[in-house]
């Protein structure tokens, strides 16, 4: 059939458009073109949901996926357990202990000798100075002595005058001894009373007295005169042993009072070739020392330098300073070369104990805490770790100790054995992974 091009135009329906099948076909007969215009809907068009079934479907979303985070997390916490605990071991093996005090003292001469003034006066000469090498009996120093001549010359005019009283009591009694005899020979011849008898015998007795009390006046003064004497003598200051001056405390000119306590002038050393150390130990350590034990000490003039002394001697008086107990222990070192000068301080390392090859463990192993484990304080333990990774805790009994070891006296640790000192952190076990060359320093908190 041909159109004309002149016709009016004819919709047609969709449907004819696009067939559907058989189905579609006596619809399309029975109904009219404009019916199928006007109510039809296009085949190819989808029908939209219902507004009902969007969130619903998200709920069902949400909860399987909540349901599968909980499930996941369940079996993880069923399946995983507690980590693995790292511990910090080291070996029991041999090796040396030294168990040492230390303490911190001064550097005195042996033997010192403080030479001070028994009287008063100025000081006029002065014949030695720091450090001068001085030999006994040398004159050191010289108090003005006039004062003192003139109480010797006061002394001996005094003793002159008491001489002079003694010889005349003594020409005195002498008299009185003739009156009397005359006397005795007069009454005989009864040329005189008995009373003219007894008053020449008592005036004897009073002349003899009277002689008693002059010679006693006379010794006074003789007394008077050698104390005199003696302080004139104390005027010039002699050196009692030979030495070195250490210490000079007058100049010339300078008035030394000698009251209640005597002034000392100089310290002598008697030998410097020969020096101790002067220290104070504490009485939690002085049980381990003794005479004999040897020891050495560094001064601040020769840090690197150690001297050596030996233990003279462990004084039994105590020192107590703001409650805190200690004694005073000796130390001999032998000072040739004379380096070592008085008043320098010493820290001071005593040798209490010393063993060369016994079994050890390190002091960690004594101070680690299992947690959650009772400790028993009456005792010494130590925790093992066995082939198997097996821990177990061993009784021992410890010996002399050091800063890092402590000797295993008994017990059943044997030379091989892994004591426990520590629990790794999670930092340290993440630290002991890495290879070497990548691990970090200490992390600043």
């Known amino acids: 059939m041909t159109s004309n091009p002149q016709d009016p135009l004819r919709e047609v329906p969709v449907t004819e458009i696009i067939p559907h099948g058989p189905s579609s076909a006596p619809a399309r007969h029975s109904s009219s073109a404009s019916s199928d215009h006007e109510h039809q809907l296009p085949a190819s068009m989808p029908v939209p949901p219902s507004p ?80 001068s090498m001085v030999t006994k009996g040398q004159v050191l120093a010289t108090i003005d002595p006039q004062p003192f001549q003139a109480k010797v010359s006061q002394a001996r005019a005094a003793l002159k005058s008491g001489r002079g009283n003694l010889a005349k009591a003594k020409n005195m009694a002498h008299q009185r001894k003739l009156e009397l005899d005359r006397m005795t020979t007069l009454l005989r011849q009864q040329f005189v009373s008995q009373a003219d008898l007894d008053l020449a015998a008592t005036n004897l007795r009073d002349a003899q007295a009277q002689v008693d009390v002059s010679q006693a006046q006379v010794d006074q003064a003789v007394a008077t005169l050698a104390s005199a004497e003696l302080d004139l003598g104390y005027t010039t ?64 003039a020769y840090s690197r330098q ?59 192993a004594l101070r680690f805490r299992m947690p ?41 640790l044997k030379e091989g054995d892994q004591v426990i000192l520590g629990i790794e952190t999670p930092e340290e076990q993440a630290q002991r992974k890495l290879p070497p060359g990548f691990e970090g320093g200490p992390r600043m908190r």
Do not use: C
């Open 372 to 412: 959650a484990v009772p400790v028993d304080r009456k005792v010494t333990q130590v925790w093992v770790m066995d082939q198997e990774k097996q821990v177990r805790q061993t009784v021992i009994t410890t010996g002399i100790a050091d800063s890092l070891f402590t000797e295993i006296a008994e017990g059943t």
């Open 306 to 364: 150690f001297f050596e002394g030996t233990v003279t001697q462990v004084r039994n008086a105590p020192i107590s300073i703001q409650n805190v107990v200690t004694y005073d222990v000796v130390i001999t070192v032998d000072n040739r070369e004379l380096k070592l000068k008085p008043g320098m301080t010493a820290n001071v390392t005593i040798v209490t104990a010393k063993k060369e090859n016994p079994l050890r463990v390190s002091n960690g």
């Open 237 to 300: 200051i002699y050196s009692p042993v030979n030495g070195s001056v250490v210490s000079r405390n007058v100049d010339v000119g300078q008035t030394v009072a000698a009251s209640f306590q005597t002034p000392t002038l100089f310290v002598i050393a008697q030998n410097l070739t020969q020096m101790q150390v002067d220290t104070n130990v504490s009485e939690s350590d002085i049980g381990g020392v003794a005479e004999g034990k040897p020891s050495s000490f560094r001064v601040d």
């Open 52 to 131: 009902r079934t969007g969130p619903r479907f998200s709920r069902l979303i949400g909860i399987v996926t909540a349901l599968a985070i909980i499930g996941a997390g369940t079996w993880y916490w069923w399946t995983a357990g507690a980590p693995p605990v790292h511990y910090k071991t080291a070996l029991v093996d041999r090796g040396p202990i030294t168990a040492i005090v230390t303490a911190t003292g001064t550097v005195n001469p042996v033997m010192s000798v403080q030479v001070g003034s028994q009287i008063s006066g100025k000081i006029t000469q002065l014949m030695v100075d720091f450090n």
